[in-house]
């Protein structure tokens, strides 16, 4: 791999200079020898690697490089590959045939996998929250008039099941950041179900 080229694509990318970005990391891509050459250097780069505004790196790079690594850790139970495909979401969700290489795995069933591999990891936590408070705060949006589940209303026997996940979330509050929220939503829960 010839990181000169990455680097030259990144310089474009600040000045936005597409053609030239393109090129260099078109060029990026194809100086790599082997899949080794790959694992080090998405090991090393995707935690420095910046998210665009729809929270995704450059497909190219995801595609060819990175998607291959975290596929293998996947298939193999990494959970630090496990971790970057609940944060690359994005990219998964945007491509079907590749999301349909880790059998369409939500991030929300994926974190919770990864919990319980590793239930005292602070990033795993921290991720499995703001993936759980994203949807708290999707379903009572529409509220008076109901909680949504998907883009619909939900049972009452739906939200008796919601309400069994408060103890959970209380927990990965570990800091209080959310517990009005959570308070919020618990009673938003239980007012719809004694309607």
């Given at each position: 791999?010839?990181i000169?080229?990455?680097?030259e694509?990144?310089?474009?990318?600040?000045?936005?200079i597409k053609?030239?970005?393109?090129e260099?990391?078109?060029?990026?891509?194809?100086?790599?020898?082997?899949?080794?050459?790959?694992v080090?250097?998405?090991?090393?780069?995707l935690?420095?690697l910046?998210?665009?505004?729809?929270n995704?790196?450059?497909?190219?790079?995801?595609?060819?490089?990175?998607?291959?690594v975290l596929l293998?850790?996947y298939n193999?139970?990494n959970?630090?590959?496990?971790i970057w495909?609940?944060?690359?979401?994005?990219?998964?969700?945007?491509?079907?045939?590749?999301w349909?290489?880790?059998?369409?795995?939500?991030?929300?069933s994926?974190?919770?996998?990864?919990?319980?591999?590793?239930?005292?990891?602070?990033?795993i936590?921290?991720?499995?929250?703001?993936?759980?408070?994203?949807?708290?705060?999707?379903?009572?949006?529409?509220?008076?008039d109901?909680?949504?589940?998907?883009?619909?209303?939900?049972?009452?026997d739906?939200c008796?099941k919601?309400?069994?996940?408060?103890?959970?979330?209380?927990?990965?509050?570990r800091?209080?950041?959310y517990?009005?929220?959570?308070?919020?939503?618990e009673?938003?829960l239980n007012?719809?179900?004694?309607r």
């Open positions: 791999m010839n000169e080229y990455f680097n694509y990144l310089k474009y990318e600040q000045l936005g053609s030239k970005e393109k260099y990391l078109n060029n990026f891509i194809k100086s790599f020898e082997n899949y080794n050459e790959k080090l250097w998405t090991m090393e780069y935690p420095k910046k998210f665009n505004h729809h995704r790196i450059r497909n190219e790079l995801f595609e060819e490089i990175v998607f291959p293998e850790g193999n139970r959970i630090k590959s496990m495909i609940v944060k690359l979401n994005q990219n998964f969700t945007q491509n079907e045939k590749l349909k290489k880790i059998n369409y795995v939500s991030n929300l994926l974190i919770m996998e990864c919990y319980k591999m590793e239930p005292d990891n602070s990033e936590i921290d991720l499995y929250l703001e993936i759980i408070i994203e949807k708290i705060l999707y379903r009572i949006h529409e509220w008076p109901g909680i949504l589940i998907g883009n619909r209303l939900a049972e009452k739906e008796k919601l309400l069994e996940e408060i103890p959970l979330l209380n927990k990965l509050d800091n209080n950041e517990n009005e929220l959570i308070m919020e939503y009673n938003i007012e719809y179900i004694n």
